[in-house]
């Protein structure tokens, strides 16, 4: 099911940042010390009063040179298309200015709820401040100082009391997979492609994510599918349309709805940071995945070539060593019959549940290989594991000090269970938790 968005908007140096770390407080988390995994805090997730939202910041206006209004026009944009709710951050110290009369005109012919945060109330006296912004016509001003948290939870109240209701689950029969990657890596074509070889039933169907188009399809063995097109979102306009952050919120929306993800690359472009941007956001949110390499009919290849490539993609995509890689061709069809059959196998993996025996077998076999390490005198004692989610697979592992057990432990015992029990494709999340 995916989250509703939350879109924070406004000029430049009202404290946009601010606001959203504050925001998203604890949830922007590190979860893996491996070098790639990029985390750019430009979008998370967030809760409040037992509601999850996905959080966006449209700011960051880096390019001195670009003009000034057409940039902020594009963020009021990005947020009119994609949030559900808008939160336009003013500034108390600077009061009124004409770009914030500018994108309260904008928001102002929207049917989306907009939440008016006026920031950088600091104390008390300054309180008095909010009321010229009555102006904007955007109703009642909340006073904020994102700085020290006060405010904050009055805005985020406005926020869930705006947020569209709640939906029923989805069927958890069908598998939903999306194709996600930079512009131009061929992830129309491979759709088009992938319908065209494995259909038995094809229907466009309204997605819940607006304005995209679901297609599902059923294989020959009778497993349904959904696959989320993230191409099906357009807006005329190269401007608009080269967006990056735009880019990055419809990748996100369908990696929030994907069982697994299909993360294309170009070959004849090779590997791009923003690849690795995308793929470290599919990472953490937990997802099955698999590296499609595209066009791979284009390039020359000899003995080396496939071997060169798989190593290249492992050296840049070292937090996805378990995610298989597949190289395709959208234009031949080549290995796309195969594609399917790996999603149906990743999403097993993602649902697969160990009995906690079999589990406790494999990790004491795996302290006799490597002891648990000791730390100022102090061994590491684990009692039991016993698995608590899927879709990522999660174990907790009761310990007796969860200080002593130091990440490169977590990872030897991570390894060792995925050498026991596989997990293609997902990753699996071990939490070290103290025995009460």
Same mark, same amino acid.
């Given at each position: 099911?995916?989250?509703?968005t939350?879109?924070?908007?406004?000029?430049?140096?009202?404290?946009?940042?601010?606001?959203?770390?504050?925001?998203?407080?604890e949830?922007?988390?590190?979860?893996?010390?491996?070098?790639?995994?990029?985390?750019?805090?430009?979008?998370?997730?967030?809760?409040?009063?037992?509601?999850?939202?996905?959080?966006?910041?449209?700011?960051?206006?880096?390019?001195?040179?670009a003009?000034?209004?057409?940039?902020?026009?594009?963020?009021a944009?990005?947020?009119?298309?994609e949030a559900?709710?808008i939160?336009?951050?003013?500034?108390?110290?600077e009061?009124?200015?004409?770009?914030?009369?500018?994108?309260?005109?904008i928001l102002?012919?929207?049917?989306?709820p907009?939440?008016?945060?006026?920031n950088?109330v600091?104390?008390?006296?300054?309180?008095?401040?909010?009321?010229?912004?009555?102006?904007?016509?955007?109703?009642d001003?909340?006073?904020?100082?994102?700085?020290?948290g006060?405010g904050?939870?009055?805005?985020?109240?406005?926020?869930?009391?705006?947020?569209?209701?709640?939906?029923?689950?989805?069927?958890?029969?069908?598998?939903?997979?999306?194709?996600?990657?930079?512009?131009?890596?061929?992830?129309?074509?491979l759709?088009?492609?992938?319908?065209?070889?494995?259909?038995?039933?094809?229907?466009?169907?309204?997605?819940?994510?607006?304005?995209?188009?679901?297609?599902?399809?059923?294989?020959s063995?009778?497993?349904e599918?959904?696959?989320?097109?993230?191409?099906?979102?357009?807006?005329?306009?190269?401007?608009?349309?080269n967006?990056?952050?735009?880019s990055v919120?419809?990748?996100?929306?369908?990696?929030?709805?994907?069982?697994?993800?299909?993360?294309?690359? #170009?070959? %004849? /472009?090779?590997?791009?940071?923003?690849?690795? $941007?995308?793929a470290?956001?599919?990472?953490? !949110?937990g997802? &099955?995945i698999?590296?499609?390499?595209?066009?791979?009919?284009?390039?020359?290849?000899?003995?080396?070539?496939?071997?060169q490539?798989?190593?290249?993609i492992?050296d840049?995509?070292?937090?996805?060593?378990?995610?298989?890689i597949i190289?395709?061709?959208?234009?031949?069809?080549?290995r796309?019959?195969?594609?399917p059959?790996?999603?149906k196998?990743?999403?097993?993996?993602?649902?697969?549940?160990?009995?906690?025996?079999?589990?406790?077998?494999?990790?004491?076999?795996?302290?006799?290989?490597?002891?648990?390490p000791?730390?100022?005198g102090?061994?590491l004692k684990?009692?039991y594991?016993t698995?608590?989610?899927?879709?990522p697979?999660?174990?907790?592992i009761?310990? #007796?000090? %969860? /200080?002593?057990m130091?990440?490169?432990?977590? $990872?030897?015992?991570?390894?060792?269970?995925? !050498?026991?029990? &596989?997990?293609e494709g997902?990753?699996?999340?071990?939490?070290a938790?103290?025995?009460?």
């Amino acid at each position: 099911m995916s989250l509703p968005t939350v879109a924070i908007v406004g000029r430049p140096n009202v404290g946009k940042s601010t606001l959203f770390n504050r925001v998203a407080g604890e949830r922007i988390s590190i979860v893996e010390d491996v070098e790639g995994v990029t985390r750019d805090r430009i979008y998370t997730s967030a809760e409040w009063l037992n509601r999850q939202f996905s959080l966006i910041d449209t700011g960051g206006i880096d390019d001195v040179d670009a003009p000034f209004m057409e940039q902020i026009k594009h963020q009021a944009d990005i947020a009119m298309t994609e949030a559900d709710v808008i939160v336009f951050v003013v500034s108390a110290k600077e009061g009124v200015t004409d770009a914030d009369e500018y994108v309260a005109r904008i928001l102002y012919k929207t049917n989306k709820p907009v939440i008016l945060a006026v920031n950088k109330v600091d104390n008390p006296e300054m309180r008095s401040e909010i009321y010229d912004f009555y102006t904007l016509g955007l109703g009642d001003p909340y006073p904020v100082s994102s700085v020290h948290g006060i405010g904050t939870g009055d805005v985020l109240d406005a926020i869930v009391e705006s947020l569209p209701t709640e939906h029923e689950e989805e069927n958890s029969d069908i598998i939903k997979f999306s194709l996600i990657g930079r512009p131009n890596v061929g992830k129309s074509s491979l759709i088009n492609a992938i319908l065209g070889e494995e259909r038995v039933i094809a229907s466009p169907v309204a997605g819940t994510t607006r304005d995209a188009i679901d297609t599902n399809f059923t294989d020959s063995e009778g497993q349904e599918y959904t696959m989320i097109d993230t191409a099906g979102m357009r807006k005329s306009g190269k401007i608009y349309e080269n967006t990056e952050k735009y880019s990055v919120m419809r990748s996100m929306r369908a990696i929030d709805r994907s069982d697994v993800v299909l993360m294309v690359i #170009n070959a %004849e /472009e090779g590997i791009r940071d923003y690849d690795k $941007r995308i793929a470290g956001f599919a990472h953490e !949110a937990g997802k &099955g995945i698999i590296i499609v390499v595209n066009k791979w009919d284009t390039i020359k290849k000899d003995n080396h070539t496939v071997s060169q490539w798989e190593a290249d993609i492992r050296d840049n995509f070292q937090f996805l060593a378990y995610a298989p890689i597949i190289f395709v061709s959208a234009e031949t069809k080549q290995r796309l019959n195969k594609l399917p059959e790996m999603i149906k196998r990743i999403s097993e993996s993602q649902n697969r549940r160990i009995p906690s025996a079999v589990l406790n077998d494999v990790i004491m076999d795996a302290i006799a290989i490597n002891p648990t390490p000791t730390d100022k005198g102090k061994r590491l004692k684990i009692f039991y594991g016993t698995q608590v989610a899927v879709k990522p697979p999660t174990f907790v592992i009761f310990v #007796n000090e %969860e /200080e002593l057990m130091h990440f490169s432990y977590l $990872r030897f015992l991570e390894n060792q269970i995925r !050498a026991a029990f &596989g997990f293609e494709g997902t990753p699996i999340h071990l939490i070290a938790r103290k025995r009460s």
